[in-house]
């Protein structure tokens, strides 16, 4: 595998905590992985993340202030090896736009990485508080070093 795309709904809260925390974990191991993060819809193109999720990666030292959220587009699935959704509906909305079975082999559970099958959502903290934000990071950091331990 040599490459990575977190995917959510808007591109602003958790795929950008799970790209910051990704390239952290691979910048801090001097490995070599294309790692990005998209959209299913288009609400937010071109913004940078929420505040909230900026302030949690900033305090665990992860500067995630320069992305931009874009929408997911069917070459991601020629760019990347690797799609990890965050919830149930943003993996149906990427299904859907799959174009054949190999396609649909790169998709999967951001959560499924550290509990295989177990297709576990990663709760979408835009309408709570900072608290959310916490958990959110803190899914996504054991998601991240599950995946790494068990990179091929």
């Known amino acids: 595998m040599k490459s990575v795309l977190f995917v959510c709904l808007g591109n602003i809260c958790r795929s950008p905590l799970g790209e910051g925390i990704l ?3 691979v910048n801090r191991k001097g490995l070599d992985l294309k790692i990005d993060s998209a959209g299913t819809e288009s609400l937010h193109v ?9 302030k949690t990666a900033r305090e665990k030292g992860i500067d995630i202030s320069k992305q931009v959220a874009r929408q997911i587009r069917i070459s991601d699935f020629d760019e990347f090896d690797l799609i990890l959704v965050a919830d149930a509906q943003v993996y149906r909305e990427v299904i859907s736009m ?16 550290l509990k295989p099958g ?32 068990n990179l091929k």
């Open 23 to 25: 390239r952290d974990k």
């Open 98 to 113: 799959t174009r054949n079975e190999t396609d649909k082999k790169k998709v999967d559970f951001m959560m499924n990485m």
């Open 118 to 149: 177990s297709n576990t959502a990663v709760p979408d903290p835009y309408y709570g508080g900072q608290d959310g934000f916490e958990k959110v990071y803190d899914m996504l950091n054991r998601a991240c070093d599950s995946l790494l331990k």
């Open 46 to 54: 071109g913004e940078s993340p929420d505040r909230r999720s900026t």
